[in-house]
């Protein structure tokens, strides 16, 4: 069945440096969802994309859909106390009837 | 801003016991999904429900869970027996129809079985 591999699993920064976590399929994605789960919290959703090569913007956070919609990334400028938590990318499948969830990135945030 | 409501919020269970969750969906959401994720894991979906149908239950274990959404609003996720293993974080989620829509999560069940 169709795979989705985020890298990396663990990411640790010091407050005020950037982040980037990665999305890997071997498939063409039609759309892919971006959602960020706190510690002890439940998944929120943040963004989707379904164009080939689109960047969309929300604040210090930048998400990217490759060209080929085989990959994509999200990621934090200059980052706060307040981005600790676990980004998931989860992209469609089962004819974009449902989502696939990796193990997601874990990032946490040295102040 | 619109929830979706989820209950209990904890709960502990002796195995071999009955346990049920109960989950509210936000108004107008005709997709209703019940995960699973185990600490350290990224939700597993058990069953996702299109209105009152069942669309999507490859991953429920049969023997011994059921979820129910009778009217197309609420849903019931049950477990019996439960077993050590199914300790986990219990999430419910609504869409609106169609895959292009973000999923709303609710707070979920943490369910402890000793």
């Known amino acids: 069945g169709q795979q989705v591999m985020q890298i990396p699993q663990y990411q640790h920064v010091q407050e005020g440096e950037d982040f980037t976590t990665y999305c890997n399929s071997s498939?063409?994605?039609?759309?892919i969802q971006w959602y960020k789960q706190r510690p002890g919290g439940h998944p929120v959703f943040l963004i989707q994309?379904?164009?080939s090569g689109e960047v969309k913007k929300q604040k210090r956070l930048t998400f990217q859909f490759g060209e080929a919609k085989k990959n994509s990334s999200l990621h934090i400028t200059a980052t706060q106390t307040t981005d600790v938590g676990t980004y998931f990318c989860a992209p469609g499948a089962g004819n974009n009837r449902k989502l696939i969830w990796g193990l997601g990135t874990s990032l946490a945030v040295n102040p | 801003e619109a929830e979706v409501a989820q209950s209990p919020r904890y709960k502990i269970t002796e195995k071999s016991q009955a346990v049920a969750f109960w989950c509210d969906p936000i108004?107008?959401?005709?997709?209703l999904y019940w995960y699973r994720q185990i600490l350290g894991q990224g939700p597993e979906l058990l069953v996702q429900f299109q209105d009152e149908s069942v669309v999507d239950d490859s991953q429920l274990p049969k023997d011994r869970f059921s979820a129910e959404r009778l009217k197309g609003v609420d849903s019931t996720l049950k477990i019996q027996p439960a077993e050590l293993g199914d300790s986990a974080m219990y999430l419910c989620a609504s869409s609106l129809t169609g895959l292009l829509n973000g999923y709303t999560f609710g707070s979920g069940t943490r369910l402890t079985v000793v």
């Open positions: 108004s107008g959401h005709a997709t």
């Open positions: 994309l379904v164009k």
């Open positions: 498939t063409t994605l039609s759309n």
